[in-house]
């Protein structure tokens, strides 16, 4: 009972004393979401694209996109380029070539036919004199090499006899067919192969001798002075004050030339022309011969 008294006499006493104190400000509401952002936005993971959470479908969007995108790197534009430039410089180098061959050959014509031939004084294999007037009245096939030539001479002395081989059997009586040109018994003249030698520092009588024997049996073989084969005016390129026992290169015509009976250069046939066809194309000569009254188109300007 005093307890109670004693309280009820304190609120009393606090009434007057609480009215008399100002009232406190209002705290700011705070939203009970807002310490939950602030923690998400300081806790939360990095956020991540579908793609970076599977790696496997990374690299292969990745793989996508550059076959999308082509081959072309900036190595192979610079190679294609290279190439490209090259390939320029090449077409322009052959298409060069071929104009100047076309130049040649045009200044060839125009110039006409090579002056082989002319007077010269030689010396056979049996050590006689031989001069240009021996040629004249039969047509003959003249052919300059060396002894001492490992491949193309022989070559080309075997097919120049083939050749001269075959041009004497078409006058045997009746008509053949050689190459694309049919050989008749009307041409009845043999043909005299010739060999000159362009070496002839080494090639003395005796080994010209020696040579030609391995070769058509009428073949004549002919040596001399240098000065005096030069006569000829046939290009070929040695010393000329060479000595046997020096050592140096022979280059020379691989041409073998025929020559009518008055001494007139025909046709020269090069390596590249088989036997057959050389035998077609003389034929026609001889023909063209015949049928002109011992003369051809080829004597015109000679």
């Not at 939950?36 to 990745?62: F, V």
């Not at 030069?230 to 280059?251: C, E, G, I, M, Q």
Request: one cysteine or more.
């Amino acid at each position: 009972m005093l307890a109670r008294n004693t309280a009820a006499q304190l609120l009393r006493t606090a009434a007057p004393l609480r009215a008399s104190l100002p009232l406190p400000l209002p705290l700011p509401l705070r939203s009970a979401a807002a310490p939950l952002a602030r923690r998400s936005y300081a806790t939360a993971p990095h956020e991540h694209s579908p793609a970076d959470a599977n790696p496997t479908q990374s690299s292969s969007a990745q793989t996508q996109n550059r076959s999308q995108a082509g081959p072309f790197t900036l190595k192979a534009g610079a190679l294609f380029l290279v190439t490209g430039v090259g390939l320029y410089f090449y077409f322009e180098s052959e298409k060069q070539k071929l104009q100047e061959r076309k130049r040649q050959e045009t200044a060839a014509a125009r110039v006409g036919r090579p002056k082989i031939g002319g007077p010269f004084q030689l010396t056979d294999q049996n050590g006689n004199a031989f001069s240009d007037k021996d040629l004249l009245g039969k047509w003959s096939m003249v052919y300059f090499g060396f002894t001492n030539c490992p491949d193309i001479c022989p070559e080309e002395l075997d097919k120049m006899t083939t050749v001269v081989e075959s041009i004497c059997a078409s006058s045997s009586p009746g008509s053949r067919a050689v190459g694309k040109h049919r050989l008749t018994s009307s041409h009845k003249t043999d043909i005299l192969p010739v060999f000159i030698t362009c070496d002839p520092a080494r090639d003395d009588v005796k080994a010209v001798k020696t040579y030609v024997k391995d070769f058509h049996p009428s073949l004549v073989g002919l040596t001399g002075p240098y000065d005096d084969i030069k006569k000829t005016r046939v290009y070929f390129s040695t010393p000329p004050n060479a000595k046997p026992t020096d050592d140096y290169l022979v280059d020379h015509s691989i041409f073998f030339y025929l020559m009518d009976p008055r001494g007139k250069f025909v046709d020269a046939f090069g390596r590249s022309m088989g036997a057959p066809d050389v035998v077609s194309k003389v034929g026609a000569y001889l023909d063209e011969w015949r049928e002109g009254g011992e003369r051809g188109s080829w004597s015109e300007g000679q």
